[in-house]
């Protein structure tokens, strides 16, 4: 088991080392740099540019920058370019920020999209699930940005519910009960189309998992067993269903971040997505390499816990 | 349908053929078949478009009537303040115009084959490098090179672009490089080939230890003969299933590129950009979000459930328990 544990972890610091590389010549090697962002400005004089480039270390071979980077990171020092805030503060703001959605978004997906997928495997071919099967595919071929902008006008005529940002403004003086209602508000609709996609891909998962799980021959002596329809399906038919999604939890994560730019950026909401797109647009490269890096580490994290889960609840495999 | 039936009873024969079979269960799926039409309409339409909008004045895109703006779908041509060869096609504004008074049908004809191509584009190269990198770690896998085999090389470089957010990595990278058409196909392709390699390996290592290559290689067949000859017509079939979903997630990709501003640039119309141009509009001209944000749904509506009538076809598992 621990040399299953240090074997497993060497392994992934060394995929780190290379996404930080890759990661690094990519937004590197590509044209366009951050002095360039706003080439009309006459006030932004050749030395000016000069100067820029000096100091933001641009002028130095690759390697170097590459140095200077992972140096600037791990002692905490890495400055945005833009404002000249430390960029690991602003990462961790803009996190908490995103960490609702993201909790919100993953618990309305497994609550949804299991009950759904379960009931669609156990009655395959009836109305629910051909019905389900057509709503899940509109759902994932619906362009998020699309959704979302009719899901805007419907709700704010409809409803009247407030969406575009994290809280409404000039509600800092109101009631506890106000402010937390105000801020759940907002964050329901951006979570719930934030979901849709995924509640969608993932209940297709569960379908043809439970599926696979249904004509197994335990299930068949479950039943021959007599055991109510009930205890057959959930708890000897799900339970083994489920075992695929554990390994599904940790490459989530980086749909969480990618997908998160267009959802808050349509919606206003102060997160990581967001901050990420601000950052593109303004060549924050220490901005962005960060990002990158820090999906990368949640990633490897996240499969790392997965394959651990996997083993504790699967008896079968064996770690070694 | 009777004459289809005595053709199906004289020709039993010819069930048993793969292809045969396989058309068999895909035609049972109303859906994916209805798709499968719906695509092949919208492919003869995508030629058309390339030739109506250039070569005919009618169907010019880029015609900018100012006095003709904002007209909702159908109304029909009467103005006298545009000149007659300006007129959009049949006389009618079939979808409406825009804010420049640009015909949206005939920007939307304009839109369909380069949106398809950035799909096919994308997929193409997805499907390339995906089938090359996991054919060679499902074939050549037990090679060592220096210290680690070429399997656990490549499959690392899988596990290693998996880590990153994909559309963030995109983002980046054409945020980056001047936008172009040709830009966005390449780094849509090149961000989304993991899938493919993945099944490529599996297939190809369960492949690689049957009988039939092992006779094809007592016969000194050369190894690359093997591979492209015997193996790979028998590894491809789960691989088109995938790549008919990928068109579909390519042409979502563009959209969303778009609508962000990083997309293909105007004058040129896709329906992402279009979809993107309309959006400030939308309280007074609801159709030029509308129409493109509908036509993308169903398009990549119609390639998914094309990919999953293939899906079933070419699966065994599934049927067995039917």
Redesign the interface.
């Known amino acids: 088991m621990t040399a299953f544990l240090v074997r497993n972890i060497g392994?992934r610091l060394i995929?780190l080392v290379?996404?930080s590389i890759?990661?690094h010549s990519?937004?590197h090697l590509?044209?366009?740099d951050p002095s360039l962002v706003d080439p009309m400005n006459p006030r932004m004089k050749p030395e000016d540019i000069a100067r820029i480039r000096a100091a933001f270390h641009l002028d130095d071979p690759l390697h170097l920058q590459y140095a200077y980077w992972m140096r600037d990171l791990f002692t905490g020092q890495l400055k945005s370019f833009k404002d000249n805030q430390p960029v690991l503060e602003k990462l961790w703001d803009r996190f908490l920020n995103s960490l609702p959605l993201f909790l919100v978004t993953t618990l309305i997906t497994w609550c949804v999209a299991f009950p759904f997928g379960v009931q669609a495997a156990v009655n395959r071919g009836s109305m629910l699930d051909k019905g389900g099967?057509?709503l899940a595919?509109?759902l994932?071929?619906?362009?998020?940005?699309?959704l979302a902008?009719?899901c805007i006008?419907f709700m704010v005529k409809v409803f009247d519910i407030p969406v575009i940002g994290m809280r409404t403004f000039g509600l800092e003086d109101a009631g506890l009960w106000f402010q937390s209602m105000d801020r759940i508000w907002h964050l329901t609709i951006p979570a719930l189309i934030f979901a849709s996609g995924s509640i969608a891909v993932l209940s297709r998962y569960v379908r043809s998992q439970m599926?696979?799980v249904i004509?197994m021959d335990y299930i068949r002596t479950a039943r021959a067993k007599g055991l109510s329809e009930e205890t057959v399906i959930y708890k000897h038919g799900l339970r083994n269903a489920l075992l695929p999604f554990i390994t599904m939890f940790g490459?989530l994560i980086?749909?969480l971040?990618?997908?998160s730019?267009?959802i808050e950026?349509i919606f206003s909401w102060p997160g990581l997505?967001r901050l990420?797109?601000e950052a593109?647009?303004n060549?924050d490269f220490p901005v962005?390499l960060t990002?990158?890096f820090i999906?990368?580490i949640l990633?490897?994290i996240g499969t790392f816990l997965s394959d651990i889960l996997y083993a504790v609840a699967d008896p079968r495999i064996k770690l070694n | 349908m009777d004459i289809a039936e005595t053709i199906g009873g004289t020709l039993t024969e010819r069930e048993f053929s793969p292809f045969r079979e396989k058309w068999n269960i895909f035609r049972k799926d109303r859906?994916a078949v209805f798709s499968l039409w719906f695509l092949i309409f919208l492919f003869v339409l995508a030629i058309a478009a390339v030739l109506l909008t250039k070569y005919s004045s009618p169907f010019n895109p880029a015609t900018v009537r100012l006095p003709e703006k904002f007209l909702p779908p159908l109304t029909p041509f009467t103005s006298d303040l545009v000149q007659l060869e300006d007129a959009p096609p049949f006389n009618i504004y079939l979808l409406g115009t825009d804010e420049l008074g640009r015909d949206v049908f005939s920007r939307m004809l304009q839109g369909t084959p380069v949106s398809l191509t950035i799909g096919f584009v994308a997929v193409s190269i997805s499907v390339s490098v995906g089938v090359l990198l996991g054919g060679l770690a499902g074939f050549y896998g037990r090679i060592r090179l220096g210290p680690i085999t070429v399997d656990t090389l490549i499959m690392?470089f899988v596990?290693?672009m998996?880590?990153?957010?994909?559309?963030?990595?995109i983002?980046?990278?054409v945020?980056?490089?001047?936008p172009n058409i040709y830009n966005i196909m390449i780094v849509i392709g090149l961000t989304s080939w993991m899938g493919t390699a993945r099944l490529v390996r599996a297939e190809f290592l369960s492949l690689r230890e049957q009988d039939y290559v092992m006779a094809a290689r007592s016969q000194a067949i050369p190894e690359m003969r093997i591979i492209f000859q015997h193996i790979m017509p028998n590894a491809i079939a789960p691989v088109l299933v995938s790549a008919t979903i990928g068109v579909?997630t390519a042409i979502?990709t563009e959209?969303?590129l778009s609508?962000?501003g990083f997309g293909v640039q105007p004058p040129d119309a896709t329906w992402g950009n279009i979809?993107s141009d309309g959006?400030g509009f939308?309280f007074d001209a609801p159709w030029l979000?509308f129409i493109p944000?509908f036509t993308?749904?169903?398009v990549?509506?119609a390639f998914?459930?094309c990919g999953?009538g293939l899906r079933e076809a070419y699966n065994p598992?599934?049927r067995q328990?039917r």
Request: charged share 10%; with cysteine; glycine share 8%.
């Open positions: 392994q995929l290379f996404i890759i990661a990519v937004v590509a044209p366009g099967t057509l595919y509109t994932i071929s619906f362009p998020g940005f699309f902008y009719i006008i599926l696979e004509h490459l980086p749909g971040i990618g997908g730019v267009i950026t997505g990420g797109y593109i647009l060549r962005i990002l990158n999906a990368a990633t490897l | 859906s690392r596990d290693l998996l880590c990153f957010p994909t559309f963030f990595l983002l980046t990278v945020a980056l490089l001047p579909a979502l959209s969303a609508f962000l979809l959006k939308i979000t944000g993308i749904l169903f990549v509506l998914n459930l999953e598992k599934l328990q």
